[in-house]
């Protein structure tokens, strides 16, 4: 397993334990990396998914209940939420990710750790915040012309 996806699923642990858990931001990393011993550039890249995912979580939940179609965000699936914010925080926010590999990789983490139906579930919702940022950065630079 790649070092990326590695940090990717450690974030979405770090994320569910905060979600389901209660548990503050601090305290889930700490947790999580006192039993988890991974190579720095996992452990700096998962935190820094956790962080971003966490303080744009207004924004990144907003987009989630636009796409999610008669679902409630609180009755989703927790692990699912949780793969949904970590993904849609690197489509909006990490530029220097290709949005198909984010998209790949949530499906992956979805199929992996959550339910049967859970990858389209996640592939639903990615495409088409994936197409709305492809549309708002066109109309940008229709604008820019």
């Known amino acids: 397993m790649g070092k990326r996806r590695r940090a990717r699923e450690s974030a979405m642990q770090i994320l ?3 979600d389901l858990g209660g548990v503050t931001l601090d305290d889930a990393l700490n947790n999580f990396w006192s039993t988890h011993k991974y190579p720095t550039e996992v452990k700096e ?3 820094r998914l956790v962080k971003g995912a966490t303080d744009s979580k207004d924004v990144v939940d907003r987009e989630i209940v636009k796409y999610a179609e008669h679902w409630d965000i609180s ?3 927790v692990v699912d939420r949780n793969i ?5 925080y690197e489509i909006l926010y990490l530029k ?4 198909k590999v984010s998209i ?3 499906i992956e983490i979805a199929k992996r750790f959550s339910t049967a139906g ?17 549309q708002r950065t066109e109309d940008a630079n229709k604008l820019n012309d």
Do not use: H, Y
């Open 16 to 18: 569910f334990q905060m």
């Open 45 to 47: 890249f998962a935190t």
């Open 75 to 77: 009755r989703m699936e």
């Open 84 to 88: 949904l914010r970590l993904a849609i």
């Open 96 to 99: 220097d990710i290709p949005l």
């Open 104 to 106: 790949d990789e949530a």
């Open 118 to 134: 859970s990858g389209k579930f996640v592939n639903a919702i990615l495409d088409k915040v994936a197409k709305r940022k492809f």
